[in-house]
């Protein structure tokens, strides 16, 4: 089997360094590269990758904890592992804190992260699952808490179904490169359609309620003045009993005298059903000018002052 492209990454004993994966990632390459673990192979494997101050600590060990492949990891575990390292368990509690979920990261590998830090630092289930929320976008946190989630397990179902409700409104990226989330961005557009509709419709409510109580009595005259219009359509409808004519009534006709004619249009008055000799308008006309002219001032006089 060729080795040579299989590579591991030294460790260096730094705070910033993760010793747990360093130890699973060296079993994994002893196991490809067939190095056995009562072979003193591995102990020289296990020096090769280490550097920097690691390789000064190993250094210094005695050469009966060298001479032991589960000597020499119990030694390391003790000196750089969580658990027995105070700044290792420092730096671990503080990224474990500053945990979030990123615009451009999957729920999943959000979820992955939490679990391995809060393993790593002993942190109780309740601790991961508050942890979990906390680090969800607000809305997202939200549509979660309330589904009273009773683990982590069915927090992270919860937070996709809500990712799928287009709750996650923060995210407008996806793992897979600078696309757009479609799904997530369209649920947020609809929903903030149905919003800007409520809101239209709650204005319309206020400005109706506020036109009623500031000027009712104008309301009023408003709505005199259209039963009015309603009843003059009523009436365009109505056939007069005096001239037999549509568009006005008994009492508004201006038929004088005579025989209505419905083909006649009146020039006075523009009623249908007579002339404008016919018309009353006419009559009154003519009534007004004969008194007038029998009027004492319109008689004429002589020079003597005698009538003429």
């Known amino acids: 089997m060729d080795t040579g492209r299989i590579s591991l990454r030294k460790y260096s004993g730094y705070p910033s360094e993760d010793p747990d994966q360093f130890l699973s990632d060296f079993t994994a390459y002893c196991t490809f590269s067939r190095i056995s673990g009562t072979d003193n192979r591995k102990v020289a494997a296990f020096q090769l990758h280490l550097q920097g101050p690691a390789q000064t600590w190993f250094c210094c060990l005695d050469e009966d904890v060298k001479g032991d492949w589960e000597t020499l990891k119990d030694a390391f575990e003790q000196q750089y592992c969580v658990a027995n390292n105070p700044p290792v368990l420092l730096v671990e509690t503080e990224q474990f804190n500053n945990l979030k979920l990123q615009p451009n990261h999957q729920i999943e590998d959000y979820f992955c992260k939490v679990i391995e830090k809060g393993n790593k630092i002993q942190k109780s289930d309740q601790e991961i699952l508050l942890k979990f929320i906390q680090g969800l ?56 359609d149905r919003i800007t509709s409520l809101e239209q419709t709650v204005n319309k409510l206020g400005d109706t309620i506020e036109r009623l109580l500031v000027s009712p009595k104008q309301d009023l005259r408003d709505t005199s003045h259209n039963s009015g219009r309603n009843s003059i359509s009523a009436n365009s409808a109505r056939v007069c009993y005096n001239c037999s004519c549509s568009g006005h009534i008994r009492r508004r006709c201006n038929l004088a005298s005579g025989t209505p ?24 006309i003519q009534s007004s000018n004969s008194e007038n002219s029998n009027h004492p001032r319109n008689t004429r006089r002589g020079p003597l002052g005698e009538q003429q």
Request: aromatic letters at 8%.
């Open 137 to 192: 976008p607000d809305q997202l946190a939200f549509f979660v808490r309330a589904g009273n989630p009773s683990d982590v397990q069915a927090a992270l179902t919860s937070a996709k179904m809500g990712e799928a409700f287009g709750y996650r409104f923060s995210s407008g990226l996806t793992s897979k490169g600078n696309q757009p989330a479609t799904a997530s961005v369209a649920a947020a557009t609809r929903a903030d």
């Open 261 to 284: 004619n419905p083909n006649s249009t009146c020039q006075l008055c523009s009623q249908r059903g007579h002339a404008a000799t016919q018309c009353k308008l006419f009559v009154n």
